[in-house]
């Protein structure tokens, strides 16, 4: 660098640095830029790492299509689950429709006994079943076996069988409806069934039909356990 001075020779002039090798500064963009570019690759490896170990986790961000007129799941057998699983997950997911199924009628034959005068508590109860039973149960283990199927996660599947045990204790236990624990008649078992029968005929029907409902949801319920058992102790 030179110095040059510019004024009328006072002491105090400014000074200004004039570089003479201009090819430092280059020199030093090029070393930026090198180290820039080395920088992004790292950090798209980091970001590849990251979606391989998502994945891996069975963590999906797929959009919601199920069912068709109000989306809430996503749910694809057809094109997500290997295909010679597929139909075992269509049998554990007509077991989660017939779950939902048999909470939602129990809910309308508790109406039809309250109408009749049994009382708003049991309307109440047979709705939190209902409220709680449906989400619970495909968050708790459908979910998990969809994912199990789909990345072959054996803790995915020992989380669906732990759960799925609870569901079946649940339909048996409803399709008896002992008067303990649940209040009276919130559940239409073959026990609530008898009581109403004597009282209202048309009640103790639909109490019959719920029994049947839970009946053979548990009978499904076992078989899919059986299925999907035998599926994961041979496959691995």
Same mark, same amino acid.
């Given at each position: 660098?030179?110095?040059?001075?510019?004024?009328?020779?006072h002491k105090h002039d400014a000074t200004v640095d004039i570089p003479l090798d201009p090819t430092n500064d280059s020199q030093r963009k090029v070393k930026?830029?090198?180290a820039w570019e080395v920088d992004l690759k790292r950090r798209e490896k980091d970001i590849q790492r990251r979606e391989v170990a998502v994945a891996k986790a069975g963590v999906t961000t797929d959009d919601k299509n199920w069912p068709p007129f109000f989306p809430i799941i996503h749910h694809d057998i057809a094109n997500e689950i290997p295909a010679h699983a597929?139909?075992?997950q269509y049998l554990a997911f007509a077991s989660w429709l017939g779950i939902v199924l048999c909470l939602v009628f129990n809910v309308i034959a508790v109406i039809v006994c309250w109408i009749k005068g049994g009382g708003v508590k049991i309307?109440?109860?047979a709705t939190i079943y209902? *409220? &709680?039973?449906?989400?619970?149960?495909?968050?708790?283990w459908y979910r998990p076996l969809y994912r199990a199927m789909r990345t072959d996660s054996a803790l995915k599947f020992g989380w669906f069988f732990l759960f799925y *045990? &609870?569901?079946i204790g649940f339909c048996i236990f409803a399709a008896i409806a002992p008067p303990i624990v649940f209040h009276g008649k919130s559940l239409t078992g073959i026990l609530a069934a008898i009581d109403v029968f004597s009282d209202h005929v048309l009640v103790g029907i639909f109490y019959l039909l719920g029994f049947a409902l839970f009946c053979l949801e548990s009978l499904?319920?076992?078989?899919v356990?059986?299925?999907?058992?035998?599926?994961?102790r041979g496959h691995k």
């Open positions: 660098m030179a110095s040059e001075s510019f004024g009328f020779g930026e830029l090198a597929q139909r075992l309307f109440f109860l209902a *409220l &709680l039973g449906c989400p619970l149960s495909y968050v708790l *045990l &609870l569901h499904l319920s076992f078989w356990l059986q299925k999907i058992y035998m599926y994961f």
